[in-house]
């Protein structure tokens, strides 16, 4: 058997992660829940900006939080594969956008 690509995220590697680093732990730590608190947007659509940036950051460990995050918050289905999808034509526009960086660098005669 192959071992994953991705390791799982456990217990111990969180704990881990905050004896290695404490006080940074503790800070964004503090952040994402202050990030992530209803504000001027709730936290429902919080999670569902994170699925989609987690998909456009390509993050497997955020999409499986958030994602789990956005459907206990309340989120349907169709919600989260629609934020899916903004992703996927964000990023594709971004390639399309960026053709300006080699169509400038081919010079003007092609």
Same mark, same amino acid.
């Given at each position: 058997m192959t071992d994953p690509v991705y390791p799982p995220a456990t217990p111990e590697i969180g704990a881990r992660r905050a004896r290695l680093a404490p006080a940074v732990n $503790? +800070?964004?730590? =503090?952040? *994402?829940?202050q990030v992530f608190a209803d504000g001027a947007l709730p936290e429902?659509?919080?999670q569902l900006i994170a699925v +989609?940036? +987690?998909h456009a950051t390509q993050c497997p460990y955020c999409i499986q939080g958030h994602t789990r995050l956005a459907r206990r918050k309340g =989120? *349907?289905? $169709? $919600?989260i594969m629609e934020a899916i999808w903004v992703a996927a034509e964000m990023r594709a526009g971004a390639a399309y956008a960026h053709s300006t960086l080699a169509l400038h660098a081919m010079g003007p005669h092609t």
């Open positions: $503790e +800070a964004f730590e =503090n952040f *994402s829940r429902k659509t919080k +989609a940036v +987690a =989120n *349907s289905p $169709e $919600e």
